[in-house]
């Protein structure tokens, strides 16, 4: 294991071409300036800030590879490709397409067209020492690149794994979609139950022109992991972007999102599904800035909270002079399953410009006691009552997943979770 300092960063940016150094030393730069987040500050409030990163190191070498995941690979079918990223360390690769699928380390080390801008063009390391450390340490990862007007049709996999008690780990995934291009990819992020473990992940998506790039993210990190996650999207002209995160692990997870429509005519959809327990912490943070005219958004998250566990949502739509004709909204429905546990929810508006059609919404409350007792004049006792409830509200979210075939797994996964809550709740 190798600590977060400066002998550790010579060794991990060993080897880099010019632009790539400079980027890690900015992030190192940012690093040793930047204090750990405050919990007072708006960005961190309603939740415990993840343990100090001097006290956590990266691996050597990575561990070995948990076994696919059947219920979401055999869902899926057949892919585009396949990736496996172990600690944060690329252990395999194998695609089959036009374009790109390779190894991050390996693109930057081989300076593969596309990689540098892309990268320019992601995640900003400044952004807190999470960030800033993902940038100086950090390297390795998946690049996807499609050339101008391919259309995969079939998504890529790539299978984040975090294995050694102890580590923090910097896996990123990169995806440049040129003008006109089509893709989808599905990212599994995933670690064993009782693996204390810190992991930080980026992904930085870039449409261009006419492009479409659908990411899935399904997050089940085990219940001792703790992961920060900072996402940016950008859309070009008439570019359609979307982000869609199916939340159910860790002990605490966080993701923000930034997404910058910057042509006219781009689209962006950001579509969640969470469900804490036990005393889990699920924080998300999106922001959506419209820079151009005639662009559209929506955000749309549903999640619960049971036994002592914490969900927060914060959201901005921000609206700039030159964002006319804007059409954008967010919702957040959350249910609060248990008297423990809590749901925070704050959606925001920022509006520059003065033609725009924009809404936001929230809501947090228990389940419904008018419709537990129509199902239960119908026969249905109080426990299946409930879980119906449980069932019904999340469909809204589970039909709209872009990956059709992942929608039977997902709703057994968030059902057995339901269970397991209802099971403890019953037991003496």
Same mark, same amino acid.
């Given at each position: 294991m190798l600590p977060l300092d400066h002998t550790t960063f010579a060794r991990v940016t060993s080897g880099r071409p010019e632009w790539a150094r400079e980027r890690a030393d900015r992030g190192l730069a940012a690093f040793d300036e930047l204090a750990m987040p405050d919990p007072k500050l708006e960005e961190w409030r309603y939740v415990d800030v993840p343990p100090g990163l001097p006290d956590l190191a990266v691996v050597e070498a990575p561990g070995t590879a948990l076994e696919p995941?059947?219920? &979401?690979? @055999?869902?899926?079918?057949?892919? +585009?490709?396949?990736? %496996?990223?172990?600690? /944060?360390?690329?252990?395999?690769?194998? $695609?089959?397409?036009?374009?790109?699928?390779?190894?991050?380390?390996?693109?930057?080390?081989?300076?593969?067209?596309?990689?540098?801008?892309?990268l320019a063009r992601g995640v900003p390391a400044g952004l807190d020492k999470f960030s800033a450390a993902h940038h100086a340490f950090g390297g390795d990862g998946i690049f996807v690149h499609v050339p101008g007007g391919a259309a995969l049709r079939e998504p890529y996999l790539v299978d984040l794994q975090a294995i050694t008690p102890g580590s923090v780990t910097f896996p990123r995934v990169t995806v440049l979609a040129e003008d006109g291009a089509q893709v989808s990819v599905v990212v599994l992020q995933r670690s064993p139950d009782g693996t204390a473990c810190t992991v930080v992940p980026?992904?930085?998506? &870039?449409? @261009?022109?006419?492009?479409?790039? +659908?990411?899935?993210? %399904?997050?089940?990190? /085990?219940?001792?992991?703790?992961?920060? $996650?900072?996402?940016?999207?950008v859309g070009g002209r008439d570019a359609a972007v979307s982000l869609s995160e199916f939340g159910l692990g860790g002990s605490s997870a966080r993701m923000h999102l930034t997404i910058d429509l910057e042509g006219r005519g781009a689209d962006a959809r950001v579509l969640g599904l969470y469900f804490g327990e036990s005393s889990q912490t699920l924080d998300y943070r999106a922001f959506v800035n419209h820079r151009a005219p005639n662009t559209t958004s929506e955000m749309f998250l549903k999640g619960a909270v049971a036994d002592h566990s914490r969900s927060v949502f914060t959201g901005l739509i921000r609206i700039e002079p030159e964002g006319q004709k804007t059409n954008a909204h967010q919702t957040n429905r959350n249910l609060v399953l248990s008297d423990g546990a809590e749901a925070h929810s704050v959606p925001n508006l920022e509006i520059l410009a003065n033609d725009v059609r924009c809404g936001h919404g929230s809501a947090v409350g228990p389940l419904d006691e008018e419709q537990r007792y129509y199902l239960m004049s119908r026969g249905i006792d109080r426990g299946r009552a409930d879980r119906l409830q449980v069932k019904g509200f999340f469909e809204e979210v589970l039909t709209r997943f872009p990956v059709a075939t992942l929608e039977p797994p997902l709703r057994r996964a968030v059902m057995a979770k339901y269970d397991r809550v209802v099971a403890r709740e019953a037991a003496p």
């Open positions: 995941d059947e219920s &979401i690979e @055999g869902a899926i079918g057949t892919l +585009s490709g396949r990736a %496996v990223v172990v600690d /944060g360390v690329t252990v395999s690769v194998d $695609a089959d397409g036009p374009g790109s699928f390779v190894s991050l380390a390996d693109a930057v080390a081989r300076d593969v067209p596309g990689v540098e801008s892309a980026q992904f930085d998506v &870039i449409g @261009g022109s006419d492009a479409s790039v +659908s990411v899935t993210t %399904v997050q089940r990190w /085990g219940d001792e992991t703790v992961a920060v $996650a900072h996402h940016r999207m």
